[in-house]
């Protein structure tokens, strides 16, 4: 088992580790959204071009440093704790606060409740990132 | 620090929420229960804000119109002067401009403005932040050795990255006012980096 944190969902996949790189199966693709088909990784229909050179497909899955690679998005591995995380890309990042929509997010107070951003469209908002650091 | 604003103006359809990017609820909690705030006053252990909004040190402020739109990005501003000592920042720049805007009496910044003054993340920021992810995933299950190297190369790849190098402190068993923070500051005073910064405005420069 090999644990693959997707922008922090945590996914328990089917993958192994050979000379330190991380081939998933296409079960553990497909948890992810996306399946390989000649024209490249697909999801819902849209396809993305492998580029070519990319070592993506292995005799043991698809080789999960190249994945990131074709999709152009950030992951870190560790090959002896059996886990890896895969982020979001710099342009699809920069794009959401280019586009000055402010992201919504969900996050706990000290009693546990849940507050969304959302929860206060119609007010001014002074939102303070802080810490005890 | 942000409480006295709240209630000050929370009459004019005006709300602060002030997001922790603390290890734990609990290294977060004196501050909170100190402040007593009444506005909601939120836990982030896992850096959403910092993903979300490219927030790379702490304090960082937006301003966040009724419609959701950003309409002052990333800042640095204190509620008040307890450290100005340490930062030179004049917390009352910022104060008298986010009341001009909340009391409709000045307005924030036309578009073109805010895209000029934003700071959009780099690939290698991204690349910091899955380090830091894993990293903190394997410090909550208790591997803190395996989150360690995850947390050093994460602010190996982003060494303007505060919540990084300096919020995985206390995950590291360092303390983060303490001598090693100090020597990192100082390198990067050095380098000719500011350790905050500021938009011109609320430094005064405007």
């Known amino acids: 088992m090999f644990t693959l944190i997707e922008d922090g969902t945590i996914h328990d996949v089917d993958a192994t580790v050979t000379n330190g790189r991380v081939c998933l199966s296409h079960q553990a693709l497909a948890t992810l959204g996306w399946e390989l088909h000649p024209e490249g990784l697909c999801r819902e229909g849209l396809c993305i071009p492998v580029p070519a050179g990319l070592a993506l497909e292995t005799d043991a899955g698809v080789d999960l440093e190249a994945l990131a690679k074709a999709l152009d998005r950030p992951v870190a591995i560790d090959v002896d704790e059996h886990a890896a995380y895969l982020g979001v890309s710099a342009g699809e990042r920069a794009r959401a606060l280019k586009s000055l929509v402010a992201p919504d997010f969900a996050l706990p107070d000290l009693s546990g409740r849940v507050h969304r951003l959302s929860e206060h469209r119609g007010k001014k908002v002074l939102l303070v990132a802080h810490a005890s650091w | ?206």
């Open chain 2, 1 to 206: 620090m942000w409480q006295a604003l709240y209630e000050e103006m929370k009459d004019r359809g005006f709300v602060v929420i002030t997001v922790a990017l603390d290890k734990t609820a609990d290294d977060a909690r004196p501050w909170i229960e100190a402040a007593s705030p009444t506005h909601p006053s939120l836990i982030d252990t896992r850096h959403v804000l910092a993903e979300l909004y490219n927030v790379v040190n702490v304090p960082t402020i937006l301003w966040i119109d009724e419609r959701g739109r950003i309409v002052r990005p990333n800042d640095v501003a204190f509620g008040a002067d307890t450290f100005r000592h340490l930062t030179n920042l004049d917390s009352s720049i910022h104060l008298e401009a986010v009341r001009a805007w909340i009391r409709g009496d000045a307005p924030a910044f036309a578009p073109d403005q805010i895209h000029a003054q934003q700071t959009l993340p780099s690939a290698a920021d991204q690349r910091a932040r899955a380090e830091f992810g894993l990293g903190q995933w394997l410090w909550a299950q208790g591997r803190h050795e395996a989150a360690e190297r995850h947390f050093v190369r994460g602010g190996e790849l982003a060494p303007h990255d505060f919540t990084i190098r300096r919020g995985t402190m206390p995950m590291r068993g360092i303390d983060p006012m303490g001598p090693q923070f100090r020597a990192m500051r100082e390198e990067w005073a050095k380098a000719g980096h500011p350790y905050y910064r500021p938009l011109a405005d609320t430094a005064g420069r405007a």
